[in-house]
């Protein structure tokens, strides 16, 4: 293992930076392909959630920039807005002051605003979702000629949104000397397929590809009738206490009961919409970051990415539709090393979901149950959740 990123051929100004964030050593993810991208070469990395990825496409990416060509050189494709402004959050915090000029380019955001911040700009860096990129392509109002290295970040969720589409038209854009660089937790079959039709030769770092989920988390059950997910969710806050947790549902439909329901029984929260206006979103996420409350409640979507300090816990308060969402989900805690836990509240009919999941993600998922103030094994109180 690396001890600096010195040694991975980053730069002095850029490891210095590092360092005064309080991040000195590598992470394994950072430390396989920081190097292999410096090289040029094309690669698909596939890391667990909260691995470190972000610096290590952002960092080779940021140092390979010419400050005085005054043009678009490094693009990053995003699956959703709230994932793009976290990354531009990282880029221009390392920036800071310097000369590297980044520019969001999000659907839902006012076109003609990014328009004319582009004439205006000559952006280096663009961070966006696939639609408005492509959009602004073809619009003649982006010129994506000299871009040296193309990263989709979060590819199979690019994928799983339909976007690819979008995707290759961007890639058509682009020179064929260009870097491609595709960046994932996980790395479904459409993944090979799509590097197969838009990488050359690409190499493939996979780091702990059977290790699912991070090592640092704790996976939980509390069972209970599913006309008690809302009160088993009150009590379980009530005993753990947690600063901050997500908590999440399936269907964007029930988010706005949930929240009703749960601010009525005295809980701190609020909802990530995926349909609210941009402002709206960025002030919940800003608000949530600043710990003005405790419970952040969200679909898939709209946390898909997230990164958010001091998460202590993720709730599924619906059962994640597969594997490959639980995993995602639990990506949201636990991150860098950190400890965290992931409490899914199963209702009768979903317990056979847990032993999916289990034995898919090969994770312990110890089932739980409250009893006089305390937490205990199942089984371990008067009366079982309930008995199968």
């Known amino acids: 293992m690396y001890d600096n990123f010195e040694q991975l051929q980053i730069a002095p100004v850029w490891a210095e930076k590092l360092k005064e964030r309080g991040i000195g050593r590598p992470t394994a993810v950072q430390a396989e392909a920081i190097p292999l991208i410096l090289t040029g070469r094309d690669a698909i990395v596939q890391s667990q959630t909260g691995t470190g990825k972000t610096l290590a496409f952002l960092l080779p990416a940021l140092q390979r920039i010419d400050v005085n060509a005054k043009h678009v050189q490094a693009a990053i494709i995003v699956p959703t807005r709230e994932l793009g402004m976290q990354i531009l959050r990282v880029a221009e ?70 976007s690819m589409k979008e995707v290759y038209s961007i890639f058509k854009a682009l020179q064929r000397s260009s870097q491609s660089l595709f960046f994932s937790a996980t790395i479904p079959a459409e993944i090979g397929q799509a590097a197969e039709n838009l990488m050359n030769d690409p190499a493939e770092i996979r780091i702990n590809p059977d290790q699912r989920t991070a090592s640092t988390l704790e996976h939980l059950a509390f069972n209970c009738e599913a ?87 993720v709730i599924n308060l619906d059962m994640p539709l597969n594997a490959e969402y639980y995993l995602h989900r639990a990506g949201r805690t636990g991150r860098m090393g950190r400890s965290g836990t992931v409490i899914s509240i199963v209702a009768p009919k979903e317990r056979f979901i847990i032993d999916k999941f289990r034995k898919a993600l090969r994770i312990s998922i110890d089932e739980k149950e409250m009893y006089e103030g305390r937490v205990v094994d199942a089984g371990q109180g008067p009366r079982s959740g309930f008995r199968g």
Do not use: W
């Open 93 to 162: 915090d390392l920036i800071g002051d310097g000369p590297i000029k980044c520019q969001a380019l999000i659907g839902g955001a006012a076109l003609a605003r990014q328009v004319e911040k582009l004439k205006k700009g000559s952006p280096h860096l663009i961070i966006g979702t696939p639609g408005r990129i492509n959009e602004l392509i073809k619009a003649r109002k982006l010129n994506v000629h000299h871009v040296s290295t193309l990263i989709v970040d979060e590819v199979d969720h690019v994928l799983e949104l339909g």
């Open 227 to 313: 006309r008690n997910k809302i009160d088993t969710l009150r009590r379980i806050i009530r005993l753990y206490e947690p600063p901050k947790a997500m908590v999440f549902v399936n269907a964007t439909a029930d988010v706005s009961e949930v929240v009703s329901k749960l601010q009525h029984l005295g809980l701190s929260v609020e909802a990530l919409y995926g349909e609210a206006g941009k402002q709206q979103r960025a002030n919940v996420m800003q608000s949530f970051r600043e710990g003005k409350f405790q419970l952040l409640l969200a679909t898939d979507v709209a946390a898909r990415g997230l990164d958010i300090e001091e998460v202590t816990h």
